[in-house]
Structures are given as structure tokens and as C-alpha cells.
């Protein structure tokens, strides 16, 4: 009897962080989401905890609004975005 194995994948989202440049204080952010929707929608955040100025993390994507943007995906493929961050910066960010 042939056994069928289904290969399941995982629901959700995965971050990872790691260290891109330490010298130069970037760290890359690589995001997985394991099913995505046909066209994918990622937001980042406006404001942090603890501070009341208004954040433009997105500024330099191509932007739905504010802080949202949308990735044409495979459904049947898991989506991964990557992104450096710049880490040096006296706030409570």
C-alpha cells in the first residue's frame, strides 16, 4: 500500500532578522508569508510606542496609502520580501 504524504505548509508569517552591515549599521529584514493572497497588501507602521511623532517608514515605496503597499503573488508559492534597515539612531525608535 502506497502511503500518500502531503507536504503541508505553514500558516502565517516568518521574520527574520540578521545582521546585513555591522560597520555601517544596517540590519536585513526578510519577511515570508507562506500563503499569500493573490495580491498580497503589507503595511508598516505610522508611530511607535512611547513617541507621538508620525513615522514614514514606506516613504520610498510605491505606496495604496500611507503605510500600505500591494505584491502581485503566486498563492501556491510562499511570498518573501527583503529589506535593509538603518540602525543607528537615537530615538525610541
Not at 4 to 16: E, L
Not at 55 to 81: G, I
Request: charged letters at 20%; glycine letters at 2%.
Amino acid at each position: 500500500m502506497a502511503s500518500s504524504k502531503k507536504t503541508s505548509v505553514p500558516a502565517g508569517v516568518h521574520y527574520r532578522v540578521e545582521v546585513a552591515s555591522a560597520h555601517a549599521h544596517l540590519f536585513r529584514v526578510t519577511l515570508t508569508v507562506y500563503r499569500p493572497a493573490a495580491v498580497q497588501r503589507l503595511t508598516l507602521p505610522v508611530w511607535i510606542p512611547g513617541s507621538y511623532l508620525v513615522r514614514e517608514f514606506s516613504k520610498n515605496l510605491q505606496q495604496l496609502d500611507k503605510c500600505s503597499w500591494s505584491v502581485d503573488a503566486d498563492p501556491a508559492q510562499p511570498l518573501q520580501l527583503q529589506y535593509e534597515v538603518y540602525a543607528l539612531d537615537n530615538s525610541v525608535r
